[in-house]
Each structure stands twice: as C-alpha cells, then as structure tokens.
C-alpha cells in the first residue's frame, strides 16, 4: 500500500475545486490545506502545542537547513524528524533546490548535483538528487520532494527547457535513491517557467513515471499574480486527479483561494510568520499594521471576527507595545494570528466547496477584504 494516499470527496459544482483527504503514516489531512512553514524543525515561534490547537494536520520542514544544522545524521540518531522536534502529524520536507538556486553567486549546477557554499560559514557542500533523497529519508518526512532545478524569473525559453529536463532527470535519479518507498512519498516538482509548451513537457515527464503525488514550482518566484493563474489554469489538468497537488511556495489569502478554485490541493508559504515578524497581521477587513502609531491606544482584538487565542485575550494596544518594546511574545501572538487566520480561511474553503459556493464565498471575502481596491494582492 502506498505510503501516502489521496481520496477524492466531491468537486465544488461552482467552480470545480476538489474537496478530498490526504492519507499519511501520521494522519489525515483535509484538502485544500496550508502548510506553515517550520523551516529549521520549529515553526518560527510556535510550539508543536500551539500549531495542533489551532488546526495544522501538517508542517513543511526545510532538507537544505537541517543538512547544514544539525545535519540528518543527528536527526537519524533521534529517531527522525517527528521525534526530534516532539511532532506526532504530518510532515513534509522540500529538497533544497529552491534554497539551493536562490544562492546564485555562491553555487555551481552540474549535471551532477550543485556545488555551493553554506550561507552560515562557507564551507564547500554539494547537494544531488541522490543525496537530497537520502537526507530526507533520514529525516522520516511523510512526504518528500524530489530535487529540482528552479529557473529564476524571468527565464529565456530556452533556459527553461534545458532546466525542466534536467529536472526530469533528476527526478528519476531521486526515485532510483529513495529507500523508503514504503512508508515514504516521495512527490515530483512540475517546472517549465512561464511557457505552456514547456510546463506540458514538464508533466507528461513527470507523470510517465507515477509518482504518488506532484507539485507545481517556480510560481510565486516575482511573476504577477495573473500570470501565475493562467499556469495555474493550463497546468493543474496535466496532474493525475487521483493524487495530491501541492502548489509550492503560496500562502497569500487571495492566492490561496484562487489556488483551490484552480483544483490544488496542498499550499505552503513562510508569509504568515515572515509579516508577523514585522508586526503585520491578516484580518476578515484587509491587511494592519499593528505596530503603527495609531494602534498606540485601540483596545479591540486584531480582529474581531477572529476567535484565536490572540485575539481572545490581547489588544492592538498591548500587542503594538511588545512588539515596539522588542518582546518576543509580540511576535508570538502575531505568527499566531496570522497562522490561525490561514487555517481558519481553508476551513472555511472546504465548506464552501462542501457547500457548492465557493465562487461566491471569493467575491464575498475579496469584497471584505479589500480586494478590489488591491487586486494585486497581499
């Protein structure tokens, strides 16, 4: 039996979004879900505690940064990734090629693998389809991703041809390495830049080989939102409909929507803690600030249509000042917030998919929210 499975529920008769679950050796997880990011085996933060009261069946855990500290091998020794950092749900872990590619000046790509220099130190380190399998094997990561190349934006069709097809085989090259297939899925990464021609390529590719679930990359990488829908619109029906699609790298409340409407079914994104971080929070209304002056003295929650722990139990003003004051706890209530306002909005989307309404559940929201004054986005 495969490690990770897919069941298909029932498609929005709106819009065609597909409502369905992933099946894992550590739970089930609804579709469409988010993914938050917990890059260095922690969502930034956050306790494991915390992420389960809010509703997360599953966190993405980042291969390049646990290579570089602390290094698989000591995650081995630990018994891998769920015990060593005390959570029991899902994980997914990406290869390292994006973080990888977004070196450019300090790596060298070969057919081979990468040759690069840590961004801690310097020292010389080289990264292939081979030994990214192999460190997430070590990890114990309910779902990998094979290592890819991640054309920048933008990129010469050419570019990106040679890129997707060096992708294609390096993606063969991980299947051949995966030692864990069992309880192990290991996912394929849909490249192609901005090109139909190519992003056809790219999954038929990929597809012949059968993985158990696959992804599109290289969107959300400075392209304008539009853009990134209309790839959406000619690539999801290249994906097998009985298996996981995961939209890599998108976590803006509008695109997440627009996603699933597209039929994907899995989004990851560091947003919702990278804005917290410099005091901005999500809300039903649009985007605040919370650390501007004029929050110096409002007493109501960060949102009041919000029920998160945050928002229950501290103000605009109280939040502002720690986050002036420099106290961690500031950042704390804000990633909360943020996090729990993204799970909240994909509940939300499976019942409005259950509900046959989730067209009109986006005008809703985009109205709301501010879209049409900001089409743009977050």
Known sequence: MAAVRYEFIKACKQTGARLGRVHTPH?????????????QATVKTMSPEELKEMGAGIILSNTYHLFLRPGHELIRQAGGL???????RAILTDSGGFQVFSLSEMRKITEEGVHFRSHLNGDKLFLSPEVATEIQNALGSDIMMAFDECPPYPAEHEYAKKSLERTTRWAERCLKAHARPHDQALFAIVQGGMYEDLRKQSAAELTSMDFPGYAIGGLSVGEPKELM???????????????????????SPDALIEGAIRGIDMFDCVLPTRIARNGTVM??????????????????????????????????????????????????????H?????????????????EDRLADFRDEFFDKYGMKDNPSGF
């Not at 769920?82 to 029991?88: E, S, V």
């Not at 996090?339 to 019942?351: G, I, P, S, T, Y």
Request: proline share 6%; net charge positive.
């Open 338 to 354: 943020n996090l729990q306002f993204l799970l909240d909005l994909m509940a939300k989307v499976r019942q409005a998919i259950a």
């Open 82 to 88: 769920h015990k060593f950092m005390n959570w029991d």
């Open 27 to 39: 739970g089930v997880i609804d579709t469409p879900c988010f993914m938050p990011v917990g890059t």
């Open 229 to 251: 829908y209309e790839v959406m619109d000619y690539t999801v029906p290249l994906l097998p409909a009985n298996k996981p699609r995961y939209l890599m790298g998108v976590g």
């Open 283 to 336: 809300t039903s209304q649009g985007r605040l600030v919370v650390r501007n002056a004029k929050h110096f003295d409002d007493f109501g929650p960060l949102d009041p249509e919000c029920s998160c722990y945050a928002c229950r139990n501290y103000s605009r003003a109280y939040i502002r000042h720690l986050i002036k004051a420099d106290e961690t706890f500031g950042l704390r209530l804000t990633t909360y």
